[in-house]
């Protein structure tokens, strides 16, 4: 799968996910600079936001860095 078709799935998946477009927009550019910033590649990343905002947690707040965190450790 090339980068567009990756990034057109994940804005699909947010959109659902967050409610909005905008929201969306907003979801993948944090999730994006998060994957620039750690290890981690930008799949492990959105898979992660997802299962956390499905469960209810706001990945953005801190709670992503700090799962990241423990599993480097």
């Known amino acids: 799968m090339d980068v ?4 057109e799935d994940m ?3 947010l959109t659902t ?3 909005s477009s905008e929201r ?3 979801a993948m550019d944090w999730i994006s600079d998060f994957a620039v910033k750690t ?5 492990e990343v959105t898979e992660a936001y997802k299962n956390l905002v ?9 709670s992503l ?3 990241g965190d423990a599993a480097a450790a």
């Open 4 to 7: 567009a078709a990756t990034f």
């Open 11 to 13: 804005e699909t998946v």
């Open 17 to 19: 996910l967050e409610g």
């Open 24 to 26: 969306a927009q907003k």
């Open 39 to 43: 290890p981690y590649e930008l799949s």
């Open 54 to 62: 499905s469960s209810g947690i706001d990945p953005m707040n801190g």
């Open 65 to 67: 860095l700090s799962i």
